[in-house]
């Protein structure tokens, strides 16, 4: 069984800094592609970020480029979302996902699975 566990939400300041983990269980974390989304009040869920496998290549949405970091520990089955500058409009609930699809080349295809923990609450303060 799928077991997705996300951590280190928070309460911030516009300008500061969060680091989100999440914990993956019940597959080859090693052999997936991995992911983030997020669901801003009244918005769809969006993709955030999305890092290959090995974690040698990730991309991310036009709107944290530059700002956010995705990056993976094999050995410890968990994957990382380091948000520097936040702004207000980061406010949202932020999930992992191990993708149905992914290629780097082509980010736009990404898709999600089925499978997705509780979220990390971040709320970026003006």
């Known amino acids: 069984q799928v077991q997705l566990l996300e951590s280190g939400g928070g309460l911030v300041q516009a300008g500061g800094s969060l680091r989100l983990s999440c914990a993956a269980s019940?597959?080859?974390?090693?052999?997936?592609?991995m992911s983030w989304y997020r669901r801003a009040p009244g918005k769809e869920r969006e993709l955030v970020a999305a890092?290959?496998?090995?974690?040698?290549?990730?991309n991310y949405a036009d709107s944290v480029k530059g700002r956010f970091t995705i990056s993976r520990d094999n050995a410890k089955n968990t994957v990382y979302l380091q948000m520097n500058s936040l702004k207000p409009e980061d406010t949202a609930v932020y999930y992992c996902?191990?993708?149905?699809?992914?290629?780097?080349?082509?980010?736009?295809?990404?898709?999600?699975?089925?499978?997705w923990g509780q979220g990390a609450q971040v709320t970026v303060s003006s």
């Open positions: 996902n191990r993708p149905r699809y992914h290629d780097p080349s082509y980010p736009l295809r990404t898709r999600p699975g089925d499978d």
């Open positions: 019940g597959f080859t974390f090693s052999s997936y592609a």
């Open positions: 890092i290959t496998s090995t974690g040698g290549l990730a």
